[in-house]
């Protein structure tokens, strides 16, 4: 039993992932001493039904100068933060000096077109290298974590702001009665907190447990963020499904009673209910599904082993930590795994070290099935590696259930 991060309920632990390592920590090499495990496990709170972490990981620890993700590493992902910028230029910063604050704003992907429009912004980005990516394109970032005490600053300095938003960010905050609270301070009376984080009905649906690392701390629902932002003088007002990074939701969130609740909210919350998305039943039939998936991936790959086909992976994402290093896949499985981003190239997986290397050598190295860890980016990276199946390779996915593409 642990206590709820939003309500101090008790939450009950219905999954357990087992000893894992930082997801996004790649080492430089597998004799290095003192790699960070932690036991992962998830549950869902009795009183607000917030599906949670039992434990969080220091921040410090998933943050910091050397965080290995760019946002800006999809062509997919760019075009949605670009529309997603454009549209709150058109709707919600329209006034004589409009202001918007980004929690974890990343290389830059969603306020470089906020800044091209000449609208006034601010990010906040506690991962040094990542930040400096988006300083070098003349954005404005203060390099500090998201929370009260930081959001009061920027609010005496800045004054309020119209919106502020945060993408896959809030999910990874489990100081979230902090973040509400800065958001208080810092939101103008009628501004609006949107965020958008991976959704539990797409992960259940999808079974899609690599969702669940380190770095992600909640798992939202319409229902469960209605509770939270009600419990903290806010209400939610819309809930939009969007299909990137395998299904997620954007929130809206206004000061309680100053704008009208959507009719697409009271249509997901009516679904929600019916779907029974944080019933301990549901939750333990995905815990079921969970371990279908671990075998039937572990046979396969063992059985390609044992018929002697190469099997490499594309994409070492945080996500790939959870499936490696929950179902012992290791060098001895997938030799190597191809990533475009050069902070990962080189070194090793965490937890499973598994080499790290250029997709340069996913073109030249002809391979018989390529594991595709990547699979929330399955039709930007099979377009573009379309030559890798005219060879005769095969894409293996295990997202919603192990399978090989097309077959
Ligand atoms: O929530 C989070 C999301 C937004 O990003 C963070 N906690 C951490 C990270 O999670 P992830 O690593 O699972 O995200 P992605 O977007 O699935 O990662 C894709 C990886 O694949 C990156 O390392 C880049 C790489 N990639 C590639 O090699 N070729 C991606 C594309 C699109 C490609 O064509
Ligand atoms: N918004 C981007 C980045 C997501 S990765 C996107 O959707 O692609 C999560 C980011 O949140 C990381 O860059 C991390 O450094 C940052 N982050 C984590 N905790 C934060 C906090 N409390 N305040 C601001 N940023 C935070
Ligand atoms: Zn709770």
Redesign the pocket.
Known sequence: MSTCRVCDGDVVEFLDLGRQPLSDHFRSGPGLPGEFFYRLAVGVCGDCTMVQLMKEVP?EK??HED?P?Y?SGSSV?QKH?EDTARRFLKTELTGPDPFIV?????DG??LRTIHEAGVRHLG????GK?ADVARASGLRVHG????EVSAIEVHESEGSADVVY????IC??PYLKS?FRGVDALLAPDGVFVFEDPYLGDILEKRSFDQIYD?HFFFFTARSVQAMAARFGFELIDAERLPVHGGEVRYTIARAGARRPSEALVRLIAEEDARGLSDLCRLHRFVADIHGIRDDLVGLLRRLKDEGKTVVAYGATAKSATVTNFCGIGPDLVAWVCDTTPAKQGRLTPGMHIPVRSPDAFATEAADYALLFAWNHAEEIMAKEQEFRRAGGQWILYVPEVHIAGA
């Open positions: 921040r998933m943050f965080y993700y946002s992902m933060f980004e929690i974890g704003s990343n992907v969603l906040f980005e506690p991962s990542v500090d974590f998201f929370e945060g993408a896959n960010t990874h905050i973040v770095e």
